[in-house]
T-cell receptor
Framework: EAQVTQNPRYLITVTGKKLTVTCSQNMNHEYMSWYRQDPGLGLRQIYYSMNVEVTDKGDVPEGYKVSRKEKRNFPLILESPSPNQTSLYFC????????????????FGEGSRLTVL | AQSVTQLDSQVPVFEEAPVELRCNYSSSVSVYLFWYVQYPNQGLQLLLKYLSGSTLVKGINGFEAEFNKSQTSFHLRKPSVHISDTAEYFCAVRTRSGYSTLTFGKGTMLLVSP
């Protein structure tokens, strides 16, 4: 079954304790992205990756890191989490369309709800 | 840069009534348009998309949307809703040329009651 898998689904942590949210897709997609969803703000892109070893900042990258060492995995790293990073996080992937740009049909994981105390 | 405005944060309707969820976009260049749906405690999934051709596009679960270039709108409609359509709906846009991130609206919560 084609899917994007995120772990953990739920996490409560404390300020400053490093954490990693993993994301893995089994569709051989080149493009992967992280979003955060907050009430009243919709989805905002954190980072994206066009392919292995190619990553770039989205709209709200502060406080986050990513890496893309393998095509299927795109972990999101919070080096020193703070309460304003309490949010629902989504990983998404898609194949590259024509002209090497993502076609827009994103496949989403089920989300990771993070609470930072 | 492009932007998306979803005019209603919440739309309550009764079962079997028609519904329209409004979406307006802003962009200086041509765009692709999308509607995604998020059921409770799930990720988003694609409902329908407009890439080119007919301005009326049909999606899953009986939804359709019409692209109106002059009004820069892409409203989502369904003639008769079900309880199971209760979900949050997101309009999204990206430009046609070059790399463009997918920009989402803030979402419209559709609440269907019996």
């Amino acid at each position: 079954e084609a899917q994007v898998t995120q772990n953990p689904r739920y996490l409560i942590t404390v300020t400053g304790k490093k954490l990693t949210v993993t994301c893995s897709q089994n569709m051989n997609h080149e493009y992967m992205s992280w979003y955060r969803q907050d009430p009243g703000l919709g989805l905002r892109q954190i980072y994206y990756s066009m392919n292995v070893e190619v990553t770039d900042k989205g709209d709200v990258p502060e406080g986050y890191k990513v890496s893309r060492k393998e095509k299927r995995n795109f972990p999101l790293i919070l080096e020193s989490p703070s309460p304003n990073q309490t949010s629902l996080y989504f990983c998404a992937s898609s194949s590259l369309g024509g002209d090497f740009t993502p076609p827009g049909e994103l496949f989403f994981g089920e989300g990771s709800r993070l609470t930072v105390l | 840069a492009q932007s998306v405005t979803q005019l209603d944060s919440q739309v309550p309707v009764f079962e079997e009534a028609p519904v329209e969820l409004r979406c307006n976009y802003s962009s200086s260049v041509s765009v692709y348009l999308f509607w995604y749906v998020q059921y409770p405690n799930q990720g988003l999934q694609l409902l329908l998309k407009y890439l080119s051709g007919s301005t009326l596009v049909k999606g899953i679960n009986g939804f359709e949307a019409e692209f109106n270039k002059s009004q820069t709108s892409f409203h989502l409609r369904k003639p008769s809703v079900h309880i199971s359509d209760t979900a949050e709906y997101f309009c999204a846009v990206r430009t046609r040329s070059g790399y463009s991130t997918l920009t989402f609206g803030k979402g419209t919560m559709l609440l269907v009651s019996p």
